[in-house]
């Protein structure tokens, strides 16, 4: 019961604020709106469970909504023309294996003039090209935010603050976007992820059909809560392997994740690709790149389109620090184990119907290959290599 | 008022018509104190797709009209416009331009607000507003 209040709770803060906001009489104008999908998801397999990034468990060949549900409902206050606040609450599975609240927004917004605005509070963090409205399943064609590119980075809310410039030459528009703060996310463990300090820089230019987006953002990080991992750096210290438990160190860590993208979209089709690359000091968390493209035509109110995504892990797979002999064996395995990263390739059809004036039905199904290990999915048996089929359908909505 | 039943049956003939067949002549429309003279389609559009935000759009209900300028002016259909508008909502960047009935409505929004650019059928304008591109 305890985690069904806690949505409940959640979900009124943005929705209860308002009402009292109304309520008064020249209080801040105040409009609520929100945004939902209500899915199915299911595999060809009983041997691993498909997921969307730091989801503790997935679907196998039971329908299910877990990977693709979700519902957010968002206020926001004007008070002045040039001061607003937002409150944003969404739930969806994530970290844990029930529906959970979060509050991925909460900040007041400061217009400081035509091009200048600035943000204090909890903002999204611009980490990928569709990071602010990847949840936003209406927003955007596919029904989820490729699982190859988005995956590398979780969460994504900056508690801080940013600063926005955003000025029109002709008909093009720059936006350049630079946020500085802390974070923390929940992983899937039951373990934490902790940004002490990260920075996001996200630019866009925009000419018509044609939007180029360039994206940066550094931090340091550390794993807390993660005993299984701790253990290992406690036995690797022990056993006179300081080096490798440097390497393997998820304390105060350095990482960055560089990456490009762009969206032609001229109206009867749209292509869409990202590139991206994560580099990190820890061989718990790998150095990886990756890519996706997709392609969608419009007919009328239907847009099938084609995805093909691909990671692959540029640093070392198998670890040389720690021989693999006699006792050492299962300590060498173990640091193998966890400098693995989930890699694999998928391509996916995918069509999308806007059969109503705010809502859309999506029907996506993708085939997706892992490489030397299980890829993305989660709770797979030892024997399960794929290449495994999903399917998806499900319905978009806003209001 | 003698006209509006000849506007009621062109709104109907206008709502079967495909493409640009059945045109309303409509123009782009701004508050008298604004000092914007004229205006290209693709910079009308900005204001309409939330790429800037100098002027501030008003917005029809969904409607013939509101179609024929999307498509002619926007480019887009209106799930296209809907999904581009949530991405800005659901991201604290902008609200949603408020929506009006009638050309009427959106000339008294305009006229209210010297931030303000909407768009309105021809025979709809007066001395309270001022155009700035005619929607060809």
Redesign the interface.
Request: proline share 3%; glycine share 14%; charged share 25%.
């Given at each position: 019961m305890e985690r069904y209040k806690r949505t409940a709770v959640a979900l009124s803060i943005a929705a209860g604020f308002a009402g009292g906001a109304q309520a008064q009489e020249g209080g801040p104008q105040v409009?609520i709106?929100g945004?939902g999908t209500v899915a199915m998801t299911a595999t060809d397999t009983s041997d691993a469970e498909f997921a969307r990034p730091n989801q503790q468990s997935g679907v196998g060949t039971t329908p299910r909504t877990g990977p693709d549900s979700n519902f957010?409902i968002?206020s926001?206050f004007?008070f002045t023309d040039s001061v607003s606040a937002?409150v944003?609450g969404l739930v969806r599975k994530n970290a844990s294996d029930y529906f959970g609240a979060e509050l991925p927004?909460a900040?007041l917004?400061v217009k400081a003039n035509?091009d200048v605005s600035f943000?204090v509070g909890r903002?999204?963090m611009p980490v990928y090209m569709i990071s602010?409205?990847r949840?936003?399943g209406?927003?955007?064609t596919m029904i989820r935010p490729p699982a190859e590119v988005y995956r590398q980075v979780n969460g994504g809310s900056l508690d801080g603050g940013d600063l926005t410039y955003?000025h029109?030459f002709g008909?093009s528009?720059l936006t350049a976007q630079f946020g500085l703060g802390t974070a923390h996310n929940k992983l899937v463990n039951g373990a934490r992820i902790e940004f002490s300090r990260a920075t996001a820089l996200h630019v866009l230019w925009?000419n018509?059909p044609l939007t180029l987006r360039f994206g940066r953002a550094d931090a340091t990080f550390s794993m807390k809560d993660n005993p299984a991992v701790d253990g290992l750096l406690a036995s690797l210290v022990k056993a006179g392997f300081a080096q490798a438990a440097r390497d393997y160190s998820i304390t105060d860590v350095k990482g960055s994740f560089t990456s490009v993208g762009a969206i032609y979209d001229?109206?009867n089709f749209i292509v869409q690709g990202e590139y991206a690359v994560r580099r990190t000091g820890t061989r718990v968390v790998m150095d990886t790149s990756s890519w996706y493209a997709m392609f969608g035509y419009r007919y009328?109110?239907f847009t099938p389109y084609y995805y093909h995504g691909n990671i692959k892990q540029d640093n070392a797979r198998t670890y040389a620090g720690v021989p693999a002999v006699g006792p050492l064996k299962p300590l060498a395995a173990a640091l193998d184990f966890l400098g693995k990263a989930g890699i694999q390739s998928a391509n996916a059809l995918g069509l999308r119907w806007?059969f109503a004036?705010?809502a859309?039905l999506k029907v996506q199904v993708d085939r997706i290959s892992p490489k030397d290990g299980a890829g993305a999915f989660v709770n797979a048996k030892p024997t399960f290599t794929g290449p495994a089929t999903v399917y998806a359908v499900g319905v978009d909505f806003?209001f | 008022m003698s006209h509006t039943p000849l506007k009621a049956v062109l709104a109907v003939v206008c709502a079967f018509a495909v493409g640009g067949a059945c045109a309303t002549e409509m123009v782009v429309v701004v508050n008298p104190k604004n000092p914007a003279t004229r205006m290209f389609s693709e910079q009308a559009a900005q204001f309409f797709l939330g790429k800037s935000s100098l002027f501030t759009p008003v917005e029809h209900t969904d409607g013939p009209l509101r179609n024929e300028f999307y498509q002619k002016v926007l480019n887009k259909d209106a799930a296209q416009v809907k999904a581009v508008w949530s991405k800005l909502v659901f991201t604290g960047k902008a609200t949603a331009p408020k929506e009006y009935g009638s050309s009427a409505e959106v000339k008294k929004a305009v006229a209210a607000d010297p931030a303000a650019i909407g768009y309105i059928e021809k025979a709809a304008v007066d001395d309270t507003v001022k155009v700035i591109l005619t929607v060809q």
């Open positions: 409009s709106s945004f957010g968002q926001t004007k937002t944003q927004w900040f917004k035509e943000r903002t999204g602010d409205f949840n936003v209406y927003a955007n955003q029109t008909e528009t925009e018509g001229p109206g009328g109110k806007d004036s705010s859309a806003v | -």
